[in-house]
């Protein structure tokens, strides 16, 4: 029986605890609880990324997502004073809308079987010479800087618009 690499068991405990937290984000009634379950599904992803020789990616991870955007969205959820999620009314689904949801979320998870028996491992190569680490700081602050600078600037315009429309939707009215 070949022994089992410390790399392999450390993905598979990372991908275990990213796959968990975030079927439980998605899966909490509590906003406050998704959130905290988001910053571990963060956590798992980044260190996932130590594992795929990219350090950096996995150091913004935790200092954009898991930092700056979680704090974005517990300041949200906290200033729309969301506590709990309102009870589904089945009755708006209309008679056969769980049935319907039922028949389409089996057809999504053979399709998701279907694309993942379609995909080849043998593209990937282990060799140390031609897989190398995946980010360099130069480089993604390069693309950052000038390939995608209007991206970069969208997305926190963006941010800020989604900000003030939380702080709007939240005024109480006089």
Do not use: C
């Not at 988001?38 to 991870?61: E, H, M, N, R």
């Not at 491992?121 to 897989?131: A, E, K, L, N, Q």
């Amino acid at each position: 029986m070949p022994a089992i690499s410390l790399h392999l068991v450390a993905f598979y405990a990372f991908a275990a605890i990213a796959v968990v937290a975030s079927l439980l984000v998605v899966g909490q009634r509590n906003p406050m609880h998704s959130v905290m379950l988001l910053i571990v599904s963060f956590g798992a992803l980044s260190g996932l990324y130590v594992l795929l020789d990219a350090p950096f990616t996995a150091v913004t991870q935790i200092i954009v997502y898991a930092g700056a955007i979680m704090v974005l969205f517990l300041f949200v959820v906290m200033l729309l004073n969301a506590h709990t999620e309102d009870e589904m009314v089945p009755v708006a689904l209309g008679p056969h809308g769980m049935k319907i949801a039922v028949v389409l979320s089996i057809a999504l998870a053979g399709e998701a079987v279907w694309a993942f028996s379609r995909i080849s491992t043998s593209v990937f190569s282990t060799d140390p010479g031609v897989t190398g680490p995946i980010s360099s700081v130069a480089r993604i602050g390069i693309g950052i800087f000038t390939t995608h600078a209007f991206a970069f600037e969208v997305t926190s315009i963006l941010i800020l618009v989604a900000m003030v429309g939380a702080v709007v939707i939240a005024r109480r009215e006089p």
